[in-house]
């Protein structure tokens, strides 16, 4: 997949692809039902902004993403795009009003073919600009444009904001419904304060800084190695959290894989939330936290054993 970032001065052969429009976040089952639209007319290609408009408008907001770019970029590879188009979302593209984004963007810049968006798609300086001017831009300036319907499983319908919910209230598989893939939180293993390997549970520590948390807790985690000499997959047990036995910490990530032996700084790991197996606690002390993690970690291999 070919990664641009941004929308002028591209060479012909990185025009003309056919697009699926939107911030992605999630890339769930609505999300991968715009993609189809897209697919089978011409090179597949995807239009993503960096960052995500709402770290623009609303820069003191709590952090919001269910994934980073870096994730979304391998689960967008993995459905087949082939043009990630990841234009910088700056104060000067949110203010192109949606006639002039339709022009200068998708057909001067771009030179789009078809672009498919969601139903509840909107564009243009003060989202002024829905499906049906889209639409009638794509005829005025030469591509064609799709809408897929909002998609709607067991009666809720398919969206970031819900999968959030279901994450906070600690229920990955709900989430993992509306995604079609499990929850994933991606990014490079780092130092931390290296308890968990004095207390013969080491951990990949991983940040999760910018993202929405789900519910604080252990997790039964699937492990892609995604760099490094032992890349692959690996089962485990997580921990989301803030680390209540070692004093107020930033909440970060830590994940002890089974069965595994070996150094991961600096790697990239991929750790899928299976399933939820408790919330965080505040134990009496470090025999009864040692005892809590066995007893987790056999959870949790019972739990994956059973996918």
């Keep these: 997949m070919r990664v641009y970032s941004t929308w002028t001065g591209l060479a012909a052969e990185a025009k003309g692809a056919s697009v699926a429009m939107g911030n992605f976040d ?3 089952l609505g999300h991968q039902s715009v993609i189809d639209l897209a697919r089978g007319r011409g090179p597949l290609g995807l239009i993503t902004f960096e960052p995500h408009p709402r770290e623009v408008f609303s820069p003191e907001a709590p952090a919001f993403r269910l994934m980073n770019a870096e994730a979304r970029s391998h689960r967008l590879e993995k459905l087949g795009v082939e043009r990630l188009y990841e234009l910088p979302f ?19 810049g771009l030179g789009v073919s078809h672009v498919a968006v969601g139903g509840d798609f909107r564009f243009g300086k003060k989202r002024a600009g ?10 005025r300036f030469g591509y064609d444009v799709t809408v897929a319907p909002l998609l709607h499983i067991e009666g809720v319908e398919v969206s970031s904001t819900n999968i959030r919910h279901a994450l906070s209230e600690g229920r990955p598989e709900d989430a993992a419904k509306m995604l079609g893939h499990l929850h994933r939180i991606e990014g ?4 931390g304060d290296k308890r968990g390997k004095g207390l013969g549970f080491p951990t990949a520590n991983m940040s999760v800084a910018g993202l929405h948390l789900p519910r604080l807790g252990v997790y039964a985690v699937k492990v892609d190695v995604l760099t490094g000499p032992q890349a692959g997959s690996y089962l485990g047990a997580a921990s989301l959290g803030v680390r209540p036995m070692f004093g107020t910490n930033t909440p970060n990530l830590e994940t002890f894989l089974f069965d595994f032996d070996g150094d991961l700084y600096g790697q990239h790991l991929s750790v899928a939330l299976v399933a939820y197996l408790r919330p965080e606690l505040k134990f009496d002390g470090i025999d009864a936290l040692l005892k809590q993690m066995a007893e987790d ?3 949790a291999r019972q739990i994956l054993a059973t996918l």
């Design 26 to 28: 999630g890339v769930h």
């Design 90 to 108: 700056t104060m000067e593209l949110a203010g192109l009003a949606p006639e002039a984004f339709a022009r200068e963007v998708l057909a001067e």
């Design 130 to 139: 829905g499906t049906a001017e889209l639409i009638a831009f794509g005829r």
């Design 188 to 191: 490079e293993v780092i130092h």
């Design 297 to 299: 970690c056999v959870t």
